[in-house]
């Protein structure tokens, strides 16, 4: 179900204020019925829309994973860099954006979308949907820098960090994995610096329920399975 005004917006029918007039002078039908609530609730497959008695589409949700490369900017547009969605060139669906950010030089997953519902879900910060990292620092992971991140450690920010979850990897002195559930500007990067340590490698290996697997190349995407997207509620 959805508003019918995001359905009208969604449908390009016009801005919010615009649809809001479409409305209030009874140019939109549900059914036959002219609808003059922006609230009314609509859904596809069960109702049809009308605009001065023209049907209109039910914009078509996608949901894509993009394995992104260093390098490549977490951005819809840009001038001067190559960004995320250049890699998603050609993928089916429109008015596409990416599910937060990852910095030029991190790599990992991206996940991208025109569902602004489910966006809304996984970034906000009362949801506390957990990011997992594969970090490589400059020096090697003691178990103080564990306890002190999973702790949660003052970044400069008005408050600390959430509690994290932090396990050193196996084989590596130098490598770790960060769970947290936030989204801080270079968040885990400045929590490193926080215990003395500095990030020279990062990934982001899982968000929420999805898990960016080892078989999905670098600058490569692929659409979310059916278990994905029952795992978001989508």
Known sequence: MIRLDKFLCDANAGTRSEVKALLKRGRVTVDGHVVQKGEFKVSEGTNVVCLDGQPLAFAQKVYYLLNKPAGVVSATKDRREKTAL??????????????????KDTEGLLLVTNDGDLAHRLLAPDKHVDKTYRVL???????????????????????????????????????????????????????????GNEVVGLKRISMGPLVLEDSLPKGQWRPLTEKERKDLGV
């Open 137 to 195: 620092t400059r020096k090697e992971v003691t178990p103080d820098c564990c306890k002190r991140l999973e702790a949660g450690v003052d970044i400069g920010d008005e408050k600390p960090t959430r509690p994290a979850v932090a396990q050193k990897l196996a084989g590596t002195p130098n490598g770790l994995l960060l769970t947290i559930q936030e989204g801080r500007f270079h968040q885990v990067k400045r929590m490193l610096l926080a215990v």
């Open 86 to 103: 250049d890699l998603l060139k050609g993928a089916p669906g429109r008015d596409l954006f990416l599910v937060g950010r990852l910095d």
